[in-house]
C-alpha cells in the first residue's frame, strides 16, 4: 500500500510541476508579444514621425519656392496678383491629381509600409 501512495504522490508532484511550467511558459510568452508589440510600434512611430518632419520640411520649401516663382513671375507678367493666382492655380491642378489618384499615390504606399513594418518577422 504505501507504494501505491507514493507513486500517486509522485503523479501528483509531476503534475503540479507541469501545471507551473504551464503558467511560466504562459506568461514568457506573454511577455515576448508585448515586446515584439512595442518594437513594432515603436518603429512605425519613428517612420511617422520621420515622414512627418519630413513632410513640414518640404511643405516649408515649397512655400519659399512658390513665393519666389510668385515674385519672378510677377516680374516678368507686370502683375503679382497675376503671378500668384498662376500659383495659385497650379497648386489647385495639382491637388486636384492627387485627390483623383490619391489611392495609388498615397493610401497604397502608406498601407504597404505600415503593413511591412508590422509584418516583417511573420
Given amino acids: 500500500m504505501p ?3 507514493n507513486y ?3 503523479i501528483l508532484e509531476n503534475a503540479g510541476e507541469t501545471v507551473e511550467y504551464a503558467r511560466q511558459y504562459a ?3 506573454i511577455a515576448f508579444y508585448k515586446l515584439e508589440l512595442a518594437e513594432r510600434l515603436a518603429k512605425s512611430s519613428s517612420a511617422l514621425v520621420t515622414s512627418i518632419t519630413i513632410a513640414f520640411t518640404v511643405i516649408l520649401a515649397m512655400a519659399m519656392l512658390s513665393a519666389a516663382a510668385g515674385l519672378y513671375l510677377g516680374m516678368i507678367w507686370g502683375s503679382y496678383v497675376f503671378a500668384f493666382l498662376f500659383i495659385a492655380g497650379m497648386y489647385f491642378l495639382a491637388a486636384f491629381f492627387l485627390y483623383v ?3 495609388q499615390l498615397i493610401t497604397n504606399p502608406i498601407l504597404s509600409i505600415i503593413l511591412k ?3 516583417n518577422n511573420i
Avoid: A
Wanted: aromatic residues 14%; proline residues 0%; contains cysteine.
Fill in 27 to 29: 506568461h514568457q510568452q
Fill in 117 to 119: 513594418s508590422f509584418c
Fill in 101 to 103: 489618384f490619391r489611392k
Fill in 8 to 10: 500517486s504522490e509522485k
Fill in 3 to 5: 507504494e501505491s501512495m
